[in-house]
Every structure is written in structure tokens, then in C-alpha cells.
């Protein structure tokens, strides 16, 4: 499954649903279902501003999954700026022109340690270092069907 890396406070916000349009340089044709991964960087300003505490954001783990259903580019800074309480980013338009539109977030009960990459990248469960892990995730998941499906 394809994962994106996404740093702190702003990974958090995406699988809380807070966070709709997830800002790039790049373009993607990519459409679908992502892993979220929180990165090992928190950008303290934001979470200042946000009034966020850093010390409560996993980082190095992935945390939640999301769709990714179109890709807007933003013509000027005015567009940016009309959408900034979707991205909840306060950037220059000459760094980030597209802007990811997110729907469906789900955040993972048991976060993955994983090592993040640029770009979207494939998440590889067989390389989890531990069995620990793959239990917890297959307790979670099969207790979550059970509860919510009897």
C-alpha cells in the first residue's frame, strides 16, 4: 500500500480529519487509499500557533490512512490563501502549488514504527522487526470487527 511521510503537527490533522488539502511542490497522479506517516520532524512554530503540544505527536510511526481523491494547483497566491483553513499551513505560494484534497481519514489505533521517504513510497508490513507489532495490529483490527460488526 502507498504511504506518505507528513510532519508533525500536520499528520496529526490529516487523520483527525482537520486537515482536508495536504500541500506539495509536486504533482501526483495517484488517486486512492494512503498509509499516513508521521515523520521524525515537528515543526514547533506550527504547533505553537496551533496550540499543539509537541510532546503528544508520534513521530517515526504511521498513524492513520486517508484517500486522496483529486489534486487542486493554485494559480496565485490569493487561491492559497482562500483554502488556508484546509491546509492550516502558513506557506509562500512559490513553495507549495498543489494541494492534496483528503477525504476518509482513519487514525490507527496501534501506530507503525516505520522509517518515512520522500514521495509517496510502498509500505512493507514483511519488514517490521518485530512479531509484537503484527500481533497488536491483528488483535486491534480483529477486536475493532468484532465490537463494531455484533
Given amino acids: 500500500m502507498k504511504c506518505l511521510s507528513v510532519c508533525q503537527p500536520f499528520a496529526e490533522l490529516i487523520v483527525q480529519g482537520k486537515?482536508?488539502?495536504?500541500?506539495?511542490?509536486?504533482?501526483?497522479?495517484f488517486r486512492g487509499e494512503f498509509l499516513v506517516h508521521a515523520a521524525k520532524n515537528i515543526l514547533l512554530e506550527d504547533c505553537n500557533r496551533m496550540?499543539?503540544?509537541?510532546?503528544?505527536?508520534?513521530?517515526?510511526?504511521?498513524i492513520g490512512k486517508v484517500s486522496l481523491v483529486d489534486v487542486k494547483k493554485y494559480n496565485s497566491e490569493?487561491?492559497?490563501?482562500?483554502?488556508r483553513?484546509?491546509?492550516?499551513?502558513?506557506?509562500?505560494?512559490?513553495?507549495?502549488?498543489?494541494?492534496?484534497?483528503?477525504?476518509?481519514?482513519?487514525?490507527l489505533k496501534v501506530p507503525i514504527p516505520y522509517n518515512g521517504q520522500l514521495n509517496f513510497f510502498e509500505f512493507k508490513p514483511e519488514v517490521l522487526t518485530t512479531d509484537e507489532i503484527k500481533t497488536d495490529l491483528?488483535?486491534?483490527?480483529?477486536?475493532?470487527?468484532?465490537?463494531?460488526?455484533?
Fill in 19 to 29: 486537515k482536508t488539502v495536504e500541500l506539495r511542490k509536486w504533482n501526483t497522479k
Fill in 51 to 62: 496550540n499543539l503540544p509537541p510532546k503528544s505527536m508520534i513521530t517515526g510511526a504511521i
Fill in 78 to 83: 490569493k487561491e492559497l490563501f482562500a483554502d
Fill in 85 to 107: 483553513k484546509k491546509h492550516h499551513a502558513e506557506t509562500d505560494y512559490i513553495k507549495n502549488r498543489y494541494g492534496f484534497i483528503l477525504e476518509k481519514p482513519k487514525q
Fill in 138 to 150: 491483528f488483535d486491534e483490527e480483529h477486536r475493532y470487527m468484532w465490537i463494531n460488526h455484533h
